[in-house]
């Protein structure tokens, strides 16, 4: 299995996944899928990757593995090629790593949401294995249609790394734009969501947030997001949801008033961004 120490997994994610893998690799119907899908993604095919996952997922669940499990052991298992891939198209070290740290982000709120390493976002996780997706520092960004005319934009997504600081987004934004040679960015996020004002100015949250002009939001009456908030897909007993964090209570107490977690789309531009002197 690809060498993870460049990365701060725990260490009992590391041997679940290093377990599993060799588990995987000795049994024939979950080997041919996992090299096959190498074998595609060296030579520069096209993978159907909800068909590999899709398949990965059934061989593994067979076999006492969750299918969450195969899904990081397989994107771990092209990480080599990954790196190749990155370095012949003369991208740095840093956005390689950056990049694919988010394995592990994901790969941590699988544990928290479910209880097993691995990740259920595995389809998403994909466009950092095709060069549609890159992080900068901080934030990640790919290039995207502007909701508003279709001209390309920089759409940023936030990994859930801990508290968003002005400073660090700031230098991922400049680092996007100098990549992309873009200068508008957008985001579609339930941290633009003006109920997280109440968390106070100083919020890295409302920090962040206060950076874009919000265009729209959704009317997402499935709660999709919860899952960010409280570490759990069952939301059915608002009660019982945690209450640890001030988030937690806001949250908690705009869905038991009938809310619900509704995102954001909001843009800016560099230039926008430097002449509100702040």
Known sequence: MYDLSQWPYADEAVECLRDAHRFLMHREQSR??????????????????????????????????????????????????????YRSHGLSDDIFHNSFDDLRVKCEECFRVYGTYGTFVALWITRFHEMRCFAFGRLEAEVVPFRVDGSPVINIHIPSKGRLVESECRASYQKAADFYHLERFVTDSWLLNPVNRQLGKESGIVRFAKDYRLLSMSEDHDNADAWR??????????????????????????????????????????LELEGSGV
Do not use: C, N
């Open 229 to 270: 908030i409280f570490d759990t897909m069952d939301i059915s007993d608002i009660s019982a949801l945690p209450a640890r964090t001030r988030l937690q209570r806001i949250w908690r107490s705009h869905l038991a008033s009938g809310g619900f977690i509704e995102r954001g789309y909001g843009t800016f531009t560099l």
């Open 32 to 85: 041919s899928i996992m090299d096959s899908t190498h074998e595609v993604y060296r030579s520069g095919g096209q993978i159907d990757w909800k068909s590999v996952l899709d398949d990965l997922g059934i061989a593994s669940g067979k076999l006492g593995i969750s299918p969450y499990t195969a899904h990081l052991v397989l994107l771990v298992h092209l990480l080599d090629e990954a790196e190749r891939r």
